[in-house]
């Protein structure tokens, strides 16, 4: 089984942290805790709604910024991938399974494969990081 087929189960609660009610943001946070094994990944789960969406923006952008989130250049299995999904604002989070592909979850869809390169998705990418413990 591959690693990521047990969270194709996951449900979409908005903040929500733990498997199976997580948001994007809270699927890339258990993969990183439940499957890579890393203990210290931030929560951002409080002062947000996902219908605020510069708050959201904030809190992606800010936290990218700091530790323990590393930009990289060239994206592998777990590192964090930041898409806009209005405008021009950092609101969603997915999680790269292998180069090209990401995991994610939104309040429309439960979680799944999706190609970032492809004509959807490519200009909304906006960068990819690293928790520090992978680098």
Do not use: N
Not at 14 to 28: A, I, N
Not at 37 to 50: C, K, Q, R, T
Not at 84 to 100: A, D, I, K, N, Q
Not at 118 to 123: C, V
């Amino acid at each position: 089984m591959k690693w990521h087929e047990p969270l194709l189960t996951a449900v979409f609660r908005e903040g929500g942290r733990t498997l199976p009610h997580v948001d994007c943001y809270g699927l890339h946070r258990a993969i990183l805790m439940t499957v890579a094994g890393i203990e210290d990944v931030p929560e951002w789960g409080e002062g947000y709604s996902v219908a605020d969406a510069r708050r959201v923006g904030a809190l992606f952008e800010e936290g990218a910024a700091r530790r323990p989130w590393i930009a990289v250049t060239e994206e592998r299995e777990f590192d964090a991938i930041l898409l806009r999904r209005r405008g021009r604002l950092p609101l969603h989070v997915g999680t790269v399974v292998r180069p090209g592909i990401m995991l994610h979850i939104t309040s429309q869809h439960s979680p799944r494969l999706e190609d970032y390169r492809s004509p959807e998705w490519r200009s909304r990418v906006l960068g990819f990081f690293r928790h520090e413990a992978l680098a």
